[in-house]
């Protein structure tokens, strides 16, 4: 699946996130398979299989993965073969979560092990332990990649670990390697040599994205390596288009304020030849009804007006 020249990676990715957070019990499901057929009708040729596993908080050195609330093994299979069976390409994104509500971009360790301290050393080996045995997932149900982490600013900065943890990865996977960066943080990563393709979160505010777009350009030029947005979208809430990461912004539904935020990005990123796509946030595994679109607020354009921006932007790229 790896190709010997990826900067040659020539793929659309008209991707969606489907299933976060990966709930056990919510997925393998009749309402699963709706929500995903009803994706897959909107021009979807790539979907980000994204579950999640909780450590308790973020200086904790264990990952119970195996356990609920992450989906099951079985699940995961059930995801993976379903999507395949409606002919679209797969990303598995198994991600960690801190069960006390901290953002992952926050676990972190002492700079050099202290005895009786919680160590980065410790958790790289549980979070390896978590990553490689998807990595063997992916590898069985040949999925075309794999995401080996998302929005983890604070071990970014490991990256003696992240290049080990890749190597012992491609012992048991050879499709593509890609991590998902946090927004802001593209060109802070010091070892995109050693993954596949670059790629990111990209809620960036509706009047900045000219200026991002070039220094991710910039970034690129370095590195040589394809791109794309594994994340990207905006509530169809008020004032979600300045601040789209804010998936706690008050402020009442507002379906225009989604629309013209996807508007805007598409038309954006359009003129970058370089970018290859877009992983939207998101597809909940259980759709609410058509009825209570107009009340959501999140980022899911199911119902919404946005929908029909998605669609046909996606539709085009066919």
């Known amino acids: 699946m790896r ?127 978590f990553i490689v045995h998807y990595a063997k997932i992916a590898e069985q149900e040949n999925c075309e990649m794999l995401c080996i982490g998302c929005e983890m600013v604070q071990t970014d900065s490991r990256e003696a670990e992240w290049r080990a943890l890749i190597a012992e990865v491609r012992t048991v996977y050879r499709g593509l390697i890609t991590y998902n960066c946090d927004k802001y943080q593209e060109d802070r990563l010091t070892w995109w040599d050693a993954v596949d393709i670059i790629s990111s979160s990209g809620y960036y505010p509706i009047n900045h994205w000219e200026f991002h777009l070039d220094r991710i350009e910039q970034m690129l030029v370095k590195w040589n390596k394809p791109f794309f947005f594994m994340e990207a979208g905006c509530p169809s809430r008020e004032g979600s288009s300045l601040k789209p990461n804010d998936w706690s912004l008050p402020g009442g539904p507002s379906e225009e304020e989604q629309q013209v935020y996807y508007n805007a990005m598409f038309e954006a990123c359009s003129r970058r030849e370089w970018m290859r796509g877009f992983m939207l946030w998101d597809w909940p595994a259980k759709l609410y009804s058509l009825e209570q679109a107009v009340h959501n607020n999140d980022y899911c354009m199911y119902g919404k007006k946005a929908e029909t921006v998605v669609r046909d932007y996606y539709l085009s790229k066919i």
């Open 3 to 129: 190709s010997d020249n990826l900067n040659t990676w020539v793929e659309t990715v008209n991707g969606m996130t489907w299933g976060w957070t990966g709930v056990r019990g919510t997925w393998s499901s009749s309402e699963a398979e709706d929500s995903m057929r009803t994706m897959n009708s909107m021009g979807v040729n790539w979907v980000a299989i994204a579950l999640a596993a909780e450590q308790e908080t973020p200086q904790s050195t264990s990952i119970p993965f195996r356990e609920a609330p992450t989906v099951t093994d079985e699940e995961t299979l059930w995801a993976i073969r379903n999507a395949k069976k409606l002919g679209m390409k797969v990303c598995l994104k198994p991600v960690v979560n801190c069960a006390n509500g901290t953002w992952r971009a926050h676990i972190s360790f002492f700079q050099d092990d202290v005895p009786g301290e919680p160590s980065w050393g410790q958790w790289f080996a549980s979070y390896g332990e």
